[in-house]
């Protein structure tokens, strides 16, 4: 069965400064990569995803996550942090089969900024 | 698109009750998914629909739960004889067919709450 791991709870970071959200995943096959962030009280919102090819991957609002095979990492990046972007990041891996498109999330990291 | 929307957003109710949610997908969407988020969790999967048909359900939905998808448009997920445990944030996904990699939109949630 497929898992994620989110080792950083919560991070705290300078508006400007460069973030890296950490994430791993365990998958049989090849993994199926998302990034989401959650707002409180809100819905997911996807930033970007991973399935085959360029394994540097670009998404919405400056972020960008990297797949590392070797690893079983895809870790989210961005080079500099804005105050809305304070929220709770989810990395999620696709299930394929019979269980066409079911996510596995981590726990979460939540990200505070700090002016 | 006026994306995923669901109803109601707050749910309070005494344990013993009956709770009914209901999900409207996005239009041209056949898929449709329910999570359930507790605090602190990332979402959890509990069941997927394909057009009318449900297709796979979690263990974590015991059977006090129930979900349907008549006509392969809104869903509803309902819950019998509520428990404490069942507080948590009930969210739905929606997303085209076409393979695993099909991003899934989210709603903002059903957030329940057993007095």
């Known amino acids: 069965a497929q898992s994620v791991t989110q080792p950083d709870i919560h991070i705290t970071v300078s508006e400007g400064a460069s973030l890296e959200l950490r994430c791993n995943y365990s998958?049989?096959?090849?993994?199926?990569l998302f990034w989401y962030v959650q707002s409180p009280g809100q819905g997911l919102q996807l930033l970007l995803k991973?399935?085959?090819?360029?394994?540097l991957v670009q998404g919405i609002k400056g972020f960008e996550a990297e797949f590392k095979r070797s690893q079983s990492s895809f870790n989210l990046r961005k080079p500099s942090v804005h105050w809305s972007d304070a929220a709770e990041y989810f990395c999620?891996?696709?299930?394929?089969?019979?269980?066409?498109?079911?996510?596995?999330f981590g726990q979460g990291t939540i990200l505070t900024v700090h002016p | 698109d006026t994306g995923v929307s669901q109803n109601p957003r707050h749910k309070i109710t005494k344990r013993g009750q009956n709770v009914t949610f209901r999900c409207d997908p996005i239009?041209?969407?056949?898929?449709l998914y329910w999570y359930r988020q507790t605090l602190g969790q990332g979402p959890e999967f509990l069941t997927y629909?394909?057009?009318?048909?449900?297709?796979?359900k979690s263990r974590l939905l015991s059977d006090r739960f129930s979900a349907e998808r008549p006509k392969g448009s809104f869903s509803t997920l309902e819950i019998q004889r509520t428990e404490q445990g069942d507080s948590a944030m009930y969210l739905c996904?929606?997303?085209?067919?076409?393979?695993?990699?099909?991003?899934?939109?989210f709603g903002d949630g059903t957030r329940l709450s057993i007095l």
């Open positions: 996904a929606s997303s085209e067919t076409g393979g695993v990699g099909q991003p899934q939109h």
């Open positions: 998958y049989g096959a090849t993994p199926y």
């Open positions: 991973y399935f085959s090819g360029d394994t």
């Open positions: 999620a891996v696709g299930a394929g089969g019979t269980s066409y498109g079911k996510l596995t």
């Open positions: 239009s041209e969407h056949n898929r």
């Open positions: 629909f394909q057009n009318e048909a449900q297709l796979e």
